[in-house]
């Protein structure tokens, strides 16, 4: 049986880098990207040479975050859909200007491809860097970033109206960093497997509330299994129901807290703690890059210990010990037994930090 699938012509208002083209095109353009073009240039072309072709497919690779990386088939009706839903949820209608300075090899990337050609968008292309706006002179209605990109660009966020950020959960600090820009920072939730985002949340707005919850995109319907954990059925991007292993807390058929993965829950002493949670009480004290885990204990189980981002100093352990046993909404389990101090954290091959290899390579 052949797979036939005819792929939807680009929008009459798409621009990629100032210019129009159809599928024909495009193609052509992506045929020079591999033979002439950088190496960020080579992962776009080779991306649209698979969009373009007759398939109702495309492979997309998962990030490695929260396991081994592993290839997905995804629908390119799917892919549609989301892009689709994003511009209806984010208001971002024909015409919408907005940079790439995600790499096209995962699908944060390449939903911004994909936006571009189905919504009429006009998008100019930069190479990928923890710096992206630093080159960059002109304004924007949209972009996406990685927490670190966004942590690097607060200064020139008034280059951008619109920004989603993802891949990675954001610290209090880059929060308190973004809290009186203008542009208006979104924290979103997804995975390879949703086609990106599936919910997301504002960071900064006039209103003083705090901590907000997601909110779902249109046609996503959420739920919990019997382990706390979310359940997406989202029959537009997905033809499975997607059973995840985020513990949440359901506010609203359209609302929810994100608590922490289950894969990570720390069970010392009988106490169950979640690290996410612990994170996000530290981060006001913790200016590098940190993570919160466990190590195996003769009298506990396993106990918790806090990973910091930063070359040995004795002074800043000492620090750092003063500043979390002094905080109140920490509880005293919660307070982590030991601290290491690392030179590098271990990264996934997208940048995030791979707390198992960094575990691995530093404690013996």
Not at 141 to 147: I, K, L, Q, V
Not at 325 to 346: G, M, S
Request: proline letters at 5%; glycine letters at 4%; a positive charge.
């Amino acid at each position: 049986m052949t797979d036939k699938y005819k792929v939807p012509e680009t929008h009459p208002d798409f621009r990629l880098n100032k210019q129009y083209f159809t599928n024909a095109e495009l193609r052509q353009v992506a045929y020079s990207f591999i033979k002439e073009g950088e190496a960020y240039e080579e992962k776009i072309g080779s991306f649209l040479l698979d969009w373009l072709k007759p398939s109702s497919y495309t492979i997309s690779k998962t990030s490695g975050s929260t396991g081994n990386p592993k290839e997905i088939k995804l629908k390119k009706e799917h892919m549609v859909n989301s892009a689709l839903a994003t511009s209806k949820f984010f208001e971002l209608p024909a015409g919408t200007t907005a940079l790439l300075c995600l790499p096209a090899t995962y699908i944060a990337g390449r939903m911004m491809l994909v936006r571009a050609m189905i919504l009429g968008w006009h998008l100019d292309l930069i190479p990928p860097s923890s710096n992206p706006l630093d080159q960059v002179f002109k304004r924007y209605d949209f972009c996406a970033m990685t927490p670190f990109q966004l942590d690097n660009s607060v200064g020139r966020l008034h280059l951008i109206k619109k920004l989603i950020v993802g891949g990675g959960a954001v610290s209090y600090r880059i929060q308190k960093m973004v809290k009186d820009v203008d542009t208006k920072v979104y924290e979103t939730y997804g995975m390879t497997e949703t086609v990106t985002h599936i919910a997301a949340k504002r960071l900064n707005s006039n209103k003083k509330k705090q901590d907000r919850p997601f909110k779902v995109l249109p046609n996503i319907n959420i739920s919990k299994d019997s382990r706390g954990c979310l359940v997406i059925k989202a029959p537009k991007l997905s033809d499975e129901v997607i059973i995840t292993n985020d513990i949440v807390d359901i506010l609203t058929y359209k609302k929810f807290n994100w608590k922490g993965r289950i894969d990570n829950v720390i069970n010392s002493g009988g106490i169950k703690i979640f690290p996410e949670e612990v994170e996000q009480k530290m981060s006001p004290v913790i200016d590098q890059r940190f993570f919160i885990t466990s190590i195996p204990d003769d009298s506990l189980g396993d106990k918790l210990v806090l990973f910091v981002e930063s070359d040995f100093s004795e002074e800043l352990l000492l620090r750092l010990k003063k500043k979390i046993e002094k905080l109140p909404t920490l509880d005293k389990y919660e307070v982590p037994k030991k601290i290491y101090l690392i030179e590098k954290f271990e990264e996934t091959s997208s940048g995030k930090i791979h707390r198992e290899n960094t575990i691995k390579s530093k404690v013996r």
